[in-house]
Nanobody
Framework: QVQLVESGGGSVQAGGSLRLSCLASGFAYFGFSSSCLGWFRQAPGKEREGVVQIRRDGITNYADSVKGRFTVSRDNAKNTLYLEMNSLKPEDTDMYYC??????????????????WGQGTQVTVSS
């Protein structure tokens, strides 16, 4: 079955940077490259928030709160999704999850478009 494993979280001071990675396994042939991928974040007691999605053609869509600071990329040859986070703010503190949709499925910042989820990696930004 499909598995997504995030890494790269940690604690930084405001203004710092982190790079998250998400390694996928278990996809059928071309399944990863055909799927919408995304990053979400969630704090305890809050709803999961879409951070960015990247379509199979590379088109991206960022939440307004991270535009200009975060950059998503995908390496289909390595079955890996990345999130470069710069100019981090305390309000970016959350558990970050990577997600994958169905091959050739819908692709938006709605969590309902995604069927596979990682376990999350914690990002903590101190002021």
């Amino acid at each position: 079955q499909v598995q997504l494993v995030e890494s790269g979280g940690g604690s930084v001071q405001a203004g710092g940077s982190l790079r998250l990675s998400c390694l996928a396994s278990g996809f059928a042939y071309f399944g990863f490259s055909s799927s919408c991928l995304g990053w979400f974040r969630q704090a305890p007691g809050k709803e999961r928030e879409g951070v960015v999605q990247i379509r199979r053609d590379g088109i991206t869509n960022y939440a307004d709160s991270v535009k200009g600071r975060f950059t998503v990329s995908r390496d289909n040859a390595k079955n890996t999704l990345y999130l470069e986070m710069n100019s981090l703010k305390p309000e970016d503190t959350d558990m970050y999850y990577c997600a994958a949709g169905r091959p050739y499925g819908d692709c938006s910042l709605a969590a309902t478009d995604f069927v596979h989820w990682g376990q999350g990696t914690q990002v903590t930004v101190s002021s």
